[in-house]
């Protein structure tokens, strides 16, 4: 399954604490599954969370989440899936990103997505 993952208009990986909220539900999206990271050395990303649901309750659950609060500048994408193939979507980017924090992984059968790419912080 092809993903299109969320990037802001100049291309780059959008910053958690800045997303417009009502964004997401004037795009149409409203399920599918998110990925957060913060910038690691060398440009290597640190995926701390796969998350999936109500995109737009989700991400703000997060944003007020105190483990989120407190580091400025984490990046986010998220991408619309249908709610029948969350589970699944969200198990495979759990399997592949291994992030740090975050719920254990759907006990479902894996579904193969792409990856967001390059998930380096990139100044916004």
Excluded at 64 to 91: H, K, N, Q, S, Y
Aim: glycine fraction near 8%; hydrophobic fraction near 45%; charge should be neutral.
């Amino acid at each position: 399954m092809q993903l299109q993952w969320e990037k802001g208009s100049k291309n780059d990986w959008r910053v958690l604490d800045k997303i417009d909220l009502d964004e997401i539900d004037q795009a149409g999206l409203s399920h599918g599954v998110f990925v957060i990271w913060r910038h690691g050395t060398r440009q290597i990303a640190v995926i701390l969370y796969v998350g999936r649901g109500t995109l737009r309750r989700e991400l703000a659950d997060c944003r007020r989440d105190p483990l989120f609060r407190g580091e400025p500048g984490l990046r986010v994408t998220w991408a619309r899936v249908e709610p029948a193939e969350i589970d699944g979507v969200a198990a495979y980017l759990c399997e592949q990103l291994r992030p740090v924090w975050g719920e254990l992984a759907p006990a479902v059968e894996p579904k193969v997505v792409n990856l967001p790419v390059r998930m380096t912080a990139v100044a916004a």
